[in-house]
């Protein structure tokens, strides 16, 4: 376990290494690079701008400059965002919570309907049932999440009026009931698409389980078909999709964006596209990092909590 | 080894397995009759409609589908919808295709140096992929489309910048495999370059996987295109996109919500049938693993 854990967390080292280069580049390659913010006021000239870079030793070579940039962020000094003047990591820090609301139930929902649609569909190969589900899953990744969104807000807001068609919770009304009304509709949607990608993996991994010989060993012991579906095939088959789900976050993430943004959800994603907008480039980037950070973690917590689940792969 | 390719070659594509295998999935069939349609619609569609994509029928602001002159309504300043669709269509298939290529192209360099070259250079290559896979590909789509100039031809570049990880890795896989083979040894016992190997010997062998994996680039490019350019981080107006389109679609959502549904509906139709299609290669090459 130890080689294991050390092997995993030196991999993650580099992978944030490398992370954290490839947003270095992003940062320079924006116009102005990290001086955009003056670049826009029309009472600096060009010698406040040189004066700044050797200020703030933008003239230096880009490895110092990266060095310098790469241990600011260890230290958690992330820089201040143009519109308030706060820390960045204040600003990700007061939109985190929403987020997490949103892609937690979201994921809960995916992996509810998800699993049963692929262990359904592994039961029953070439059913009906399984055509359908199959189909249904290539359908359901080709739509683009944002149209989801707006046929979802036009069917069941404007035209039905049971759903708010969007914002966390009305004002005035900070009832947890509230909120959970407000949640149904961006979670639902957000889940559409990890609803497809769970249900092939689940299949996929479900028919794997169910060739191994320990399977054939329950039912030869006499054990009915549902008792070896939920004690020997179900938790087998669940164990690489807590990988998955790791490795699904970007994607999430990704889909988060575009949902906060058609529901105006108070999350990260609506965060990085005020910003955008502002050109609020230290939280544009703040965000980029936080997001690649945090995918780097879960899928490292991931991989341990297999390794712990299952003495195989931290033995080899 | 010429002698063992020009024998291969003796069959015709069309008569072999894999073709066979395809023409038998009738939803791939779907997916290329979809797009051939959507295609020639796009291409021909602007020439037989009576309204040019841009002229304004200020008279016929918000007209419904199906009524009226306006085969697919108008939009709030009374331009035609269906005009605008296939121009629009136009666009996001023509970056979608041209991110796919760029993509694959690059996927399948790196791919394939990695995979043949290994050591320390393939390990560099294949971590750079997974550091390019830990950021959520619309974050860095839309910061460097935000600071780079827009254009059709920049969207692009910038699409395939940020997709080509899932070729790369895929070529990587096929080509590590293939690295020991008798025919690649033998490559190296006659004194091939190292480059003739990678690409005249080794890539051939890898061309299905290959195919499957653009197929499915293709879809997810013209997503990410309607993604950035809903966000109006895309391609900019006048010039029409599917994406775009729908940018301005949700204030009208109550009162003319054919804006958002067409163009939608174009996307999906799109998207679904590349994937169809990538699903049927993949079942007609062979292909193993489950990538959906």
Redesign the interface.
């Known amino acids: 376990m130890r080689g294991f854990l050390l092997n995993r967390l030196s991999q993650s080292l580099v992978l944030l290494l490398i992370v954290s280069v490839i947003g270095f580049v992003v940062l320079n390659l924006i116009p102005g690079g990290p001086l955009a913010q003056f670049g826009l006021d029309p009472s600096m000239t060009q010698d406040d701008l040189n004066r700044l870079k050797e200020q703030l030793g933008l003239n230096r070579p880009l490895w110092m400059q990266y060095l310098d940039w790469a241990w600011r962020l260890v230290q958690g000094d992330w820089g201040h965002s143009f519109r308030d003047g706060a820390p960045v990591l204040d600003v990700i820090g007061r939109h985190l919570v929403a987020t997490l609301l949103l892609m937690g139930s979201s994921t809960v929902i995916a992996i509810a309907i998800g699993t049963w649609i692929g262990i359904r569909g592994a039961t029953h190969r070439y059913s009906v049932f399984d055509y359908l589900a199959t189909v249904g899953a290539m359908v359901a990744l080709s739509i683009p999440t944002f149209w989801f969104g707006l046929v979802g807000i036009y069917v069941f807001s404007l035209r039905l009026g049971w759903l708010p068609a969007g914002n966390m919770y009305t004002i005035g009304d900070g009832s947890a009931l509230n909120y959970l009304h407000h949640l149904i509709m961006p979670s639902i949607v957000l889940a559409l698409v990890h609803v497809a990608i769970w249900s092939r993996y689940m299949r996929t991994a479900t028919l794997d389980v169910i060739s191994q010989e320990f399977v054939k060993t329950a039912r030869a012991k006499g054990l009915s078909e549902r008792r070896i579906l939920m004690k020997h095939v179900v938790g087998n088959a669940l164990l690489p999709m807590i990988t998955l789900a790791g490795m699904q976050l970007p994607s999430v993430l990704t889909g988060a964006l575009v949902t906060e943004t058609v529901f105006t959800w108070p999350g990260m994603g609506r965060l990085f596209l005020d910003s955008l907008g502002y050109s609020d480039y230290p939280v544009v980037m703040g965000l980029l990092m936080f997001s690649a950070i945090l995918v780097v973690l879960c899928n490292l917590i991931a991989d341990i909590v297999v390794a712990i689940i299952d003495p195989r792969i931290r033995l080899s | 080894m010429t002698a063992i390719v020009a024998n291969s070659r003796q069959e015709r594509w069309w008569n072999s397995r894999t073709a066979h295998r395809f023409m038998n999935h009738h ?1 791939a069939l779907l997916g290329m009759v979809m797009i051939a349609v959507l295609t020639l619609a796009c291409v021909l569609g602007p020439y037989l409609l009576p309204y040019d994509s841009l002229y304004i029928d200020l008279r016929a602001r918000f007209a419904p589908p199906f009524t009226g002159h306006h085969y697919l309504g108008t939009d709030p300043l009374g331009r035609d919808l269906a005009a605008r669709l296939f121009m629009a269509g136009r666009i996001s298939l023509l970056v979608g295709f041209s991110a796919m290529l760029l993509s694959t192209l690059i996927g399948t360099l790196v791919g394939v140096l990695a995979g043949y070259r290994g050591g320390w250079i393939g390990t560099t290559l294949m ?2 992929v ?11 789509v ?3 489309a ?3 100039k827009p254009s059709p031809m920049m969207i692009t570049v910038v699409i395939a910048a940020t997709s080509w990880m899932e070729v790369a890795r895929i070529v990587e896989a096929e080509v590590r495999s293939l690295r020991e083979r008798e025919f690649v040894q033998a490559g190296r016992m006659l004194g091939l370059s190292g480059t003739h190997i990678m690409f005249r010997e080794i890539l051939p062998n890898a061309v299905g996987p290959i195919i499957v994996a653009a197929t499915l680039t293709v ?1 997810r490019a013209i ?1 990410m295109e ?2 950035i350019s ?2 109006g ?1 895309g391609i900019q107006p006048p010039l029409p996109s599917w994406g775009n389109m ?1 940018n301005g ?2 204030q009208y ?2 009162s003319a ?1 054919w804006l ?2 067409i163009p ?1 509906a174009a ?2 139709i799109a ?2 049938s ?3 299609i990538g ?1 049927g290669l993949r079942d007609a090459f062979d292909v193993r693993g ?1 990538h ?1």
């Open positions: 939803l971590r750079t997974d550091g390019f896979l830990s950021f959520p590909s619309i974050f860095l839309l910061a460097l935000a600071a780079l879809a997503l309607a993604y809903f966000l981080y729908l679609a949700q959502l109550g919500p958002a549904i939608g996307i999906t998207v679904t590349f994937n169809f699903d489950d959906t």
